[in-house]
């Protein structure tokens, strides 16, 4: 199928390797790739903050250049979940109402669309390294992304999983948060490090470069030498 790839912009400008990594594996699955460079934000930082008409503004293009696609897949539980489960809400009563729905209907967050949609979990990675997996909030809750990433993981060659206790526990980052709240989610930040800690891994794996890049921040600080990588990167090793 034809597949619209939405990259975040944490990932566009920060992590390129993760968007890099959805398009080698759905290529190798078959799949023709199509990216609107155009495209930045879904709009999520001013929805979280209550300011839904500058979230609507940053929205529109986003319905309009993705209307006519087959199916659109994004790297983030995040971004994921503003695009399919808040966008209808965000554009309930307006004359985009219809669209919002439409484009929520189509779009997957990129492990529940290998898992759910194409029935592919192997995909012929190997990845030699102890990992712990970080539950993103939006995934968890919103698009019930619990048990797609770790069937994925559970076939990746050499890769052994190793469950924190504080796995579903928000990180602390949440977007604007993190800012408006520097010391509540820089707390919560350091409870999560210190539980992936206790697991010995060598890596946190998650579906957020979000939340990764904020627990990155933390483990640095910490000069712990656990690192954080998106699953889409430990999907795509040879």
Request: aromatic share 8%.
């Amino acid at each position: 199928m034809k597949i619209s790839l939405f990259v975040p912009c944490y990932i566009d400008a920060i992590y390129p390797k993760v968007a890099i990594s959805m398009v080698r594996i759905l290529e190798k699955l078959g799949h023709t790739i199509e990216f609107p460079e155009e495209l930045t934000c879904c709009g999520q930082p001013p929805f979280n903050s209550g300011y839904w008409d500058d979230a609507r503004r940053s929205a529109r293009p986003v319905l309009e250049r993705l209307k006519d696609a087959e199916v659109v897949v994004i790297g983030s539980g995040s971004c994921g979940a503003m695009m399919k489960v808040f966008y209808p809400e965000l554009f309930a009563g307006h004359p985009e109402e219809a669209s919002a729905k439409a484009l929520s209907a189509k779009t997957w967050e990129f492990t529940d669309f290998l898992v759910t949609k194409l029935g592919v979990t192997d995909l012929g990675a190997t990845f030699p390294h102890k990992v712990t997996f970080h539950d993103g909030c939006h995934g968890l809750r919103e698009l019930k992304t619990k048990k797609q990433p770790r069937e994925l993981l559970a076939k990746v060659r050499g890769l052994e999983l190793v469950e924190m206790k504080e796995a579903e526990t928000c990180c602390g980052f949440g977007g604007t948060f993190a800012t408006k709240y520097a010391s509540v989610s820089t707390a919560m930040g350091e409870v999560k490090c210190a539980s992936a800690a206790e697991t010995n891994a060598d890596f946190i794996v998650s579906a957020d470069s979000s939340c990764l890049m904020h627990v990155q921040g933390l483990l640095d600080r910490q000069r712990r030498p656990i690192r954080t990588i998106h699953i889409a990167e430990v999907l795509a090793s040879e």
